[in-house]
């Protein structure tokens, strides 16, 4: 019984510690512990305090702050607005600019790889067929969501 409590609850080897010398179930500690724990104690204690320090100025900040921003929102809110969609322009951008390039690199990759894959065929004909496959899914996928969306919208 003392055998399964030990290896359900995972207790391996609790028992060298019970009546051992090394007194009842503590541990040796190192000197690199102690030394670890006196270093890191205060540090953390002192990141703490700079923690709520900060948090206290930042209220602060924000009292003072609030009614300037109520004051100056009919100019900061287009402006604000302006920004964020020229950023988000941007970032799109980027995004589709990057996608159409991975996407005919893949093209590319993938045609080459078929032209060397199968002997006699044309890798043209295989990306067609691979295409219209493809094409066959994607519209058979948009039937179902369409239908499923019908069955949805009939129920309520």
């Known amino acids: 019984m003392a055998d399964q409590y030990n290896y359900t609850h995972g207790n391996y080897g ?4 019970n009546g051992s010398s090394s007194g009842g179930m503590m ?35 924000l009292a003072v702050a609030t009614p300037l ?9 287009p402006a604000v607005l302006t920004i ?11 995004a589709f600019g990057i996608t159409a390039l991975s996407s005919l690199s893949w093209i590319v990759n993938y045609l ?5 894959s199968a002997a006699g065929c044309d890798p043209i004909e295989m990306a067609k067929q691979r295409m219209q496959g493809t094409a066959g899914y994607v519209g058979q996928k948009v039937r179902d ?8 919208a009939g129920r309520t």
């Open 14 to 17: 609790a028992e060298q510690y």
């Open 27 to 61: 541990k040796n500690i190192s000197g690199s512990q102690i030394m670890a724990v006196v270093t890191l104690f205060p540090l953390g204690g002192l990141l703490l305090l700079f923690a709520g320090i900060t948090l206290t100025g930042t209220l602060i900040g």
């Open 69 to 77: 921003l109520v004051i100056f929102s009919p100019v900061l809110i």
């Open 84 to 94: 964020g969609l020229a950023v988000t322009g941007f970032l799109t951008s980027g």
């Open 112 to 116: 080459r790889q078929a032209g060397g």
């Open 145 to 152: 969501v369409g239908q499923k969306t019908q069955e949805t």
